[in-house]
């Protein structure tokens, strides 16, 4: 395995409405958030940044979706690793990750702070329709990295807790016309676009303005939705009004894609 780097880095190994899973490492800690994919997909996405399962230490959960967790328990049972979540999404999903040591079964609580080997892990609520939602902040030394996807609408709560960090995986799920347009069930769209669904792109845009700061670097659009977003509108609508709101974008920080089957390069923030 290449020897990591000794601050936070971060690969958003994929992203999009067909599996999430993100890789944070330090120099002593290496970590998992969600795994939405089968373990032979996870292992040959983290084989693509030079790292290993074996390796890791631990995985956090999010929520009980399938494009979170489908590949939780391989991975927990083949590798020996802890699972974290809060008490309600363990009880949504202990059940579809299989058997699992007791030793392994870790609660997480909302608006808690754990700290794994040298890193910070504070958990915060987002407004989804599984059962508990929760996303993460992660800090070592002064560096921070923020995941915010899956939620209907970003509150004045949330966007103070995630404030001026330095990168950020932000939803960008869907374009609300190829939505409106496109073949969902009206139920469906309804789901999406409702303060339970998912940030379309210019809500997406528009919370990013006020929540990046002098010290952010990095924003990563994430959780593109197959049928109703494209990369390329994504990135020119949320570029366009970041610019309007004059933030920064494309000097003091960029904005870069996710792929829902290839990861990012590891980064250092």
Partial sequence: MET???????????????????YVESGS???????????????ELLSKIGRRPEDLDAILVTHEHSDHIKGVGILARKYGLDVYANE????????????????????FSIDKTLTLGDID????????DAI??????????????????????????????????????????HDVSMLRMGRYPWSLKQRIIGDKGHLSNEDGALALAEIVGDRTKRVYLG????????????????E??????????????????????????????
């Fill in 4 to 22: 990591a780097q000794s601050g936070l880095n971060i690969s958003v190994l994929a992203s999009g409405s067909t599996g999430n899973i993100t």
């Fill in 240 to 269: 366009d009004i970041l610019v309007r709101k004059d933030t920064g974008v494309n000097h003091r920080f960029r904005l870069f894609d996710t792929d829902p089957v290839e990861p990012c390069d590891l980064f250092t923030l």
């Fill in 88 to 107: 309600k999404t363990w009880k949504a999903m202990e059940s579809k990750l299989g058997n699992l040591k007791v030793e392994q079964k870790n609660h």
């Fill in 132 to 173: 508990d939602p929760q996303f993460y902040t992660f800090q070592k030394d002064d560096k921070r990295f923020v995941m915010l996807t899956d939620t209907g609408y970003v509150s004045d709560r949330m966007r103070d807790y995630v404030k001026d960090a330095e990168a950020y995986l932000f939803e960008s799920n």
């Fill in 121 to 128: 892990v504070s958990s915060f609520g987002v407004s989804h």
């Fill in 29 to 43: 800690t290496r970590l998992l958030v969600d795994c939405g994919f089968s373990g032979k997909k996870a292992i």
């Fill in 223 to 238: 959780h593109l939705s197959k049928e109703n977003n494209v990369k390329e509108i994504a990135h020119s609508t949320v």
